[in-house]
């Protein structure tokens, strides 16, 4: 009965690659995000989605592409895969967009580029 | 430019020994403010939100303070046991709905 739940949770793969990353939420809510943790353990917002409508897109290389096919999910998409790319990817969703409600997290994705 | 710092970066303590960590944001528009912990290798589990109306919120024995105006907040951990290691980030919430996290404390509570 995992709240934020994200697949794959590890995933090594080579540079050039095109890999997905699948986020599924059981909340009922109507936000969900994206967030990238580097090497250094900062957290850094990539997308939201409200609805299935983009409403933050924080200047991420169009080989990002997040797709909401409804708003349960967010996927990830990632596109020629590049050494950079090495990361925690963390999938969130909350109540609603600009509220004060507290945001989930799942239990991150572990991406290694080769 | 939202920016969060947290300090220390790293904290160890005795078993027992209260534990202060200290987030603080550049700009004091913010909705809420919320503290999570990250275990190794986990994702992150939220502790505590305090709303900007708010200077405080409890639970069990977490406590933690804002001060919106200078832009600080702080979570108080009594009497600190060792599954408390782990380490804490606090984040705040401003237009946009974004979240903007600090660098995290790592936290080291030693039997």
């Known amino acids: 009965d995992t709240a934020v739940s994200q697949t794959p949770k590890y995933l090594v793969t080579q540079m050039g690659n095109d890999k997905s990353i699948k986020c599924e939420q059981n909340?009922?809510?109507?936000?969900m995000y994206w967030y990238k943790q580097d090497s250094k353990k900062f957290l850094k917002i990539m997308f939201s989605?409200?609805?299935?409508?983009?409403?933050i897109n924080e200047t991420v290389p169009n080989r990002f592409s997040p797709k909401s096919p409804d708003k349960a999910h967010l996927n990830l998409h990632i596109n020629s895969l590049e050494l950079g790319d090495s990361a925690v990817y963390f999938c969130?969703?909350?109540?609603?967009?600009?509220?004060?409600?507290?945001?989930?997290f799942g239990e991150g994705s572990w991406l290694t580029v080769v | 430019k939202q920016e969060v710092t947290q300090i220390p970066a790293a904290l160890s303590v005795p078993e027992g020994e209260n534990l202060v960590l200290n987030c603080s944001f550049t700009?004091?528009?913010?909705?809420?403010l919320q503290w999570f912990r990250q275990d190794p290798g986990k994702g992150l589990t939220s502790l505590l939100l305090?709303?900007?109306?708010?200077r405080e919120q409890t639970s069990g024995r977490l406590n933690a303070s804002l001060d919106k105006s200078s832009g600080r907040s702080t979570l108080y951990i009594a009497a600190s046991q060792p599954g408390d290691s782990a380490t804490y980030l606090c984040a705040v919430r401003a237009a946009g709905n974004k979240l903007t996290f600090g660098g995290g404390t790592r936290v080291l509570v030693k039997p």
């Open positions: 989605y409200n609805n299935k409508e983009l409403i």
């Open positions: 909340l009922g809510h109507d936000t």
């Open positions: 700009d004091s528009a913010i909705y809420n």
């Open positions: 969130a969703s909350s109540l609603e967009a600009g509220s004060g409600n507290t945001i989930y």
């Open positions: 305090i709303q900007s109306s708010q």
